[in-house]
Each structure stands twice: as C-alpha cells, then as structure tokens.
Nanobody, 118 residues
Framework: QVQLVESGGGLAQAGGSLRLSCAAS????????MGWFRQAPGKEREFVAA????????NYADSVKGRFTISRDYAKNTVYLQMNSLNSEDTAVYYC???????????WGQGTQVTVSS
C-alpha cells in the first residue's frame, strides 16, 4: 500500500505563491502517475495537474495553466505543486493522488488547505 501525505498548504495573499508537497511512503516506486486535485466549499473535487511516472508528460487544468507547475523528485518519492499568481478562486483543499497511469487514481492523501486572501 502507498500512503500519501500532503504539506505546504496555508494562507497566501492574492498574487502570492505556495508550494505543496506530497510525500509517498509504503510500497512506493517511481512507476506511479501522480496528480493534484482540489475541492472548494460547496463544489465537486476537480482536477488540477498530473505528471506521468516517467516525469516527461504533464497535464493541467485550464484554470491553472501558466500559473501552476507540477514536478516530482524520484529520490525523495515526492511530488510538488508550485502555485504562483494565486487568486481567491484557488482557495480549496488540495489532494494528492497516485495511480498506475494518469486518470487511474487509486490512492489519495488526506488533503491540505490553501486559502488565498484578496
């Protein structure tokens, strides 16, 4: 079993930046696709970004494209989400996910809160 633990959430001002981390432990390996999702109050969970297990392909939601960057450190079994130019619509609980390939998400973290003040 793979366990995912997110960190790095918190309060940021509009226009500011945060970097989220997701550390994988347990039966880890580099052959997992990793992704970030978010859920704002009263809304459904939505896709934010993903990176395939090779690290060569990334995908982003249109709402974050050009502002967020997903990356992974294989040595640390960690995936990151660098978030720049934050705005109030980015306020949500952010979840890390893992799966055999992008779209087959089978493991989820507990979430980390991101709040952007205007």
């Amino acid at each position: 079993q793979v366990q995912l633990v997110e960190s790095g959430g918190g309060l940021a001002q509009a226009g500011g930046s945060l970097r989220l981390s997701c550390a994988a432990s347990g039966r880890t390996g580099s052959n997992y696709a990793m992704g970030w999702f978010r859920q704002a109050p009263g809304k459904e969970r939505e896709f934010v970004a993903a990176i395939n297990w090779r690290g060569g392909t990334t995908n982003y939601a249109d709402s974050v494209k050009g502002r967020f960057t997903i990356s992974r450190d294989y040595a640390k079994n960690t995936v990151y989400l660098q978030m720049n130019s934050l705005n109030s619509e980015d306020t949500a609980v952010y979840y890390c996910a893992a799966g055999t390939y992008v779209g087959s998400w089978s493991k989820w973290g507990q979430g980390t809160q991101v709040t952007v003040s205007s």
